[in-house]
Each structure stands twice: as C-alpha cells, then as structure tokens.
C-alpha cells in the first residue's frame, strides 16, 4: 500500500492520463519530488523553490496541508492526496 | 363525544391530489399552534392521504367522518410552526 | 403578499415540502439574487431560480451570444446568435415563469461598479469564466458582507463553495491569490464538456435556494469537487485563514482592485 495521490484533470497529461498515482510515504514536499522523477514537469507546475503555489492547494485526506504543517507534512501509507488547482471556467492555471 | 369548534373551515370540493394537501397545507400555516381547522372535500383518495401528510407534518387529526355520498370532513389541530 | 391561484398550482411541489410551504415560497418570491455572467453557469443557475420564483434576479455579463456558445450555455439559442446574453436570458427566464423580474445589466464589472451592482441584492452567484472577475466578486462579497455562491468549472472538473462572509471561510482562504497569466491553458488546453456547468450550475442553484429558505447545511467552509469522468463528487476542508488578506484579522486588502489588464483576453 502506498499513499494514493489525486491528480487534477490539468495536470494528467503528465501523468499518462492517470488519475490517480501513487506516491512515496513522507513529507509532501519530497513526495511530490519523488512523482517528479516519474512524472516530469509536475513539481514545477505544483510548487516553486520548495513551497506549494499560493493558487494550488494540497490535502491529506480532508485537511489542506497549510493548516498541518504545509510542506513538511508526513504522509503515510494509507493516505490520500488531492492536488486541487483554482480553476475558473475556461481559464484554469496549471 | 364533545364537539369541537374549528377556528377556520376550508372548502376544498373540486380539488384533486396534489392541490387537496396545498390548500390544506397553506391554510394551516396561516394559524396559530392549537387552532383547529376543518377541511371539507369530496376527493376520496385525499380523504385517506391528508390525515397521513398532516401527521407527517406533527399535526394532530382530530376527525374523518364521511358526511354524505361525496364528501367528508376532515378536523385537525395545527401542533407545531 | 398573498399566493394567487396561479402560484398555488405553479409552486404546489414546493409548498407541499415542509421545509418550503407557503411562507418559504413566499420569501423566495420576496429574494433578489444576482449572477455575475450569464454564461454557462449563469444560464442553469438562473434558469433554476426563475422557475423556482425568486422574485427578482439580476444577471451581469457584457457578451453577446456566440455559436460557441451554445454547447453548453442552455438559456441562449440559436436564433440569438448575436444578442445581449442577459437580454437573452431575460426573454427565456421570464418566459419561463412571469413573476420573476429579471434585471439585465449589459456591463463588465470593475472595480468601480461592482459594490454598486451587488448592494441591492441579498445573495451573489458567481459563474464568471476568469480569476480577475471571481477575486473581484470575492473581495466586493466580503467587503460588502454578501453571501457569495461560487462555482467555477473546466473540462471535466467543478468546483463550488459558499461563502458566508464573517461566518466563514472566503475565496483568498482557499486559494490566496490568482494565478499568474503565464500559467492559464490556453485555448487548445481547456475545454468544457456540455453538461458540466448544468451539474454545477445546479449545486450552485440549490445553495442559493437553501440560503434563501434558511434550511440545510451551506457549502460553508468546504469545497465540492466534482469529477465528471470519474462521477465523484469529493469534499475538502477550508478553514476560514487568520492570515486571510481580505477577510483575515489584519486584512491588507480593504479597498478593490482591478487584476484585469495582467490577464490577455482569451475568449472560449
């Protein structure tokens, strides 16, 4: 069991279409490094110099992780990640 | 047994289901908690379903009595807002 | 006001509702909400509430219809081509029921009308098509202590929240600030399938009918997420943020801007 990540519509062409991958148990931030290894161009549209961008939020399980501990939050096998993007109707930002 | 005096009568002969339970329905929202209100209607099937949608409503249905060939009296006392 | 016979029959499935009755078709008949677009979440949102009877609704939007537009934008046709979308959407909700008043403002909102536009009216809808509108109403909503229903859609993808400002969590708890322009999709990249905005639209149009009718649970401090592919709806937290710049406890934004000229104008 790894930890199930959710991957926003505009975001799957990076990852084959995939809708939901799995990823490596720790913090967001390297998990998220980690799916860049397997799926490049996905940290660079998620984050910036090691922070999450202030127009995508991430959540373990329900919580949004900047009310965790936001970049440093663990993950777990087990968990669930949703990438969530601002969209706005024909103009969505990833 | 002791009559009841109803606060309002509702003649609601002609209708039919839906608009029997509408009439019924709005008529008794416009009372107070403990009032009582007489229906009078010749529908037969509402003379069965008003009773069961007024206590589904917390109301309390005081009265069915078939009062002639066609129509029935229906009594019920308004119990909550 | 006393329901006439007409609106007996038309509302009888509301009244028969206990949550409804006739006083709660009453106060729907006595609300004013008002839609920023009339575009494809404006038209099933509106479209909705007009058969529904709140009694009077203003829609915002500066368009004319296109035939792009009717993929998906239902209270348009093809005859319109052309036409105001809000003259449009007057013709086909009051068509649809005659005792809602449709207000039809043929403007693009700045930040100079917006407050304007909104104070008139108990409850905003937003169904516009690009961050500077939605950071717009957002901050004119909690600036003016407006209830604001949001909804925004793309591709595949919805999302919607309702934010009861004071009470609540606001636009810029959940996404703090709009992308930057270089990061929009552009035209190839985003789409929308037709009958998304009528999901949406639909939740949207049910959080306003509960507001006004004061029962159930708002979309408070939650985002829905809707995936059409995958036929899921999900719902995440959105704790209301102290550090919030418009509705935080030391706000830095408490007058509106504009974000319109860093964003090229793409039109879908």
Redesign the interface.
């Known amino acids: 069991m790894a930890v199930k990540v959710r991957i ?3 975001l799957q062409r990076l990852t084959d279409g995939q ?1 939901v991958v799995e990823g490596k148990p720790g913090k967001i931030i390297e998990m998220i490094q980690d799916l860049d290894s397997r799926y490049p161009g996905l940290a660079e ?1 998620v984050s910036e110099g090691g922070k999450i ?5 991430i ?1 373990l399980n ?3 992780i ?2 965790l501990k936001a970049e440093e939050t663990e993950v777990k096998d087990g968990d669930e990640v ?1 990438i ?11 | 047994m002791e009559e009841i005096k109803p606060d309002k009568t509702i003649n609601i002969k002609g209708l039919v289901c839906p608009y029997t339970f509408v009439k019924s329905k709005l008529a008794i929202e416009d009372m107070e908690v403990g009032e009582v209100l007489e229906i009078i209607l010749d529908y037969p099937e509402a003379s069965r379903s008003i009773p069961k949608s007024m206590e589904d409503h917390g109301h309390k249905v005081l009265k069915v009595e078939k009062i002639n060939d066609t129509d029935w009296v229906i009594v019920i006392r308004k119990e909550r807002e | 006001m006393e329901l006439n016979d007409e609106q007996i029959h038309r509302y009888s499935r509301h009244i028969i509702l206990p949550e409804v009755g006739g006083k709660g078709q009453k106060k729907l008949l006595s609300a004013r909400v008002i839609l920023v677009g009339a575009g494809g979440l404006g038209c099933p949102v509106g479209y909705y509430l007009a058969a529904a009877g709140v009694g009077t609704i203003g829609i915002i939007d500066n368009d004319t219809i296109e035939l792009s537009n009717l993929q998906r934008q239902i209270a348009h046709n093809t005859e319109r081509v052309g036409m105001h979308k809000t003259d449009s959407a007057k013709k086909t909700f009051e068509a649809l029921n005659p005792d809602v008043n449709v207000i039809a403002i043929k403007e693009r909102i700045t930040k100079d009308n917006i407050l304007d536009f909104i104070k008139d009216y108990d409850i905003v809808v937003d169904g516009s098509d690009n961050f500077p509108t939605r950071y717009l109403v957002n901050d004119a909503c909690v600036l003016s202590g407006k209830p604001l229903v949001s909804g925004a859609i793309l591709r595949f993808e919805g999302q919607v929240t309702t934010i009861l400002p004071k009470e609540g969590h606001c636009y810029r708890c959940l996404f703090e600030e709009p992308p930057p322009p270089g990061l929009v999709p552009s035209c190839q990249e985003a789409g929308v399938l037709g009958a998304l905005p009528g999901v949406i639209g639909g939740l949207q149009a049910m959080e306003v009918l509960k507001l006004i009718l004061g029962k159930g649970e708002p979309l408070k401090n939650r985002l829905l997420i809707y995936d059409a592919l995958k036929t899921s709806f999900r719902k995440v937290k959105i704790p209301k943020n102290p550090a919030c710049p418009v509705c935080g406890e030391n706000p830095t934004i408490t007058e509106l801007h504009d974000y319109e000229a860093e964003y090229c104008q793409m039109r879908l």
């Open positions: 926003p519509t505009p809708e549209r961008r202030r127009f995508v939020n959540y329900e919580e949004d900047r009310f949703s969530v993007p601002a969209i706005a109707g024909g103009r969505g930002n990833l």
